[in-house]
């Protein structure tokens, strides 16, 4: 039998954020936490060092929540990389997003260095389908692979939304 590899998954900090509220958007979330950890055979869950700088400025008593829920699954903490640091300032200067998202382009220039399989994230600036455009095809050039750029819902095919 072959063994096969692991789904690496990028976590946007938008994802992590989202378990410690109470909405539907939040219970997909933690049904995508139920779902991926209780696999660890089969993904890998991957965080930067942008996510953890972005979470240690939450306040209390969410930075307790966020940091303890962090510490208790088995994620790959990324170290600081210059390459993803310069891919992210070359996708602000091809226009990917503007300069002020740097922080979301550093997100997925993290992912794509790491060559991860997916990015996961509930922001707006990242699920996009212009946003997933230029990023393809800057990477295409940078001969680098792209990620998906999904929500945790469209990863885990669940929805909590009811259809007539």
């Not at 410690?20 to 869950?45: A, M, N």
Request: charged share 25%; hydrophobic share 35%; proline share 4%.
């Amino acid at each position: 039998m072959e063994k096969t590899e692991k789904v690496r998954i990028y976590l946007e900090t938008s994802v992590i954020g989202d378990i410690c509220d109470d909405t539907v958007r939040s219970e997909t979330t933690r049904e995508f936490f139920r779902i991926v950890t209780g696999h660890t055979d089969k993904y890998e869950l991957v965080v930067s060092p942008i996510l953890i700088a972005e979470i240690n400025k939450s306040p209390e008593p969410q930075l307790g929540f966020l940091t303890f829920f962090l510490d208790n699954i088995t994620i790959t903490k990324l170290p600081y990389s210059q390459e993803a640091e310069n891919l992210a300032l070359l996708y602000v200067s091809k226009k990917v997003l503007s300069k002020k998202h740097l922080a979301d382009l550093t997100h997925i220039a993290y992912a794509v260095v790491a060559q991860c399989d997916y990015i996961l994230s509930w922001d707006k600036h990242f699920v996009r389908a212009n946003t997933m455009s230029r990023v393809r095809k800057t990477n295409e050039q940078e001969e680098y692979q792209s990620p998906f750029i999904v929500t945790p819902e469209v990863f885990t095919g669940e929805s909590n939304y009811v259809h007539d």
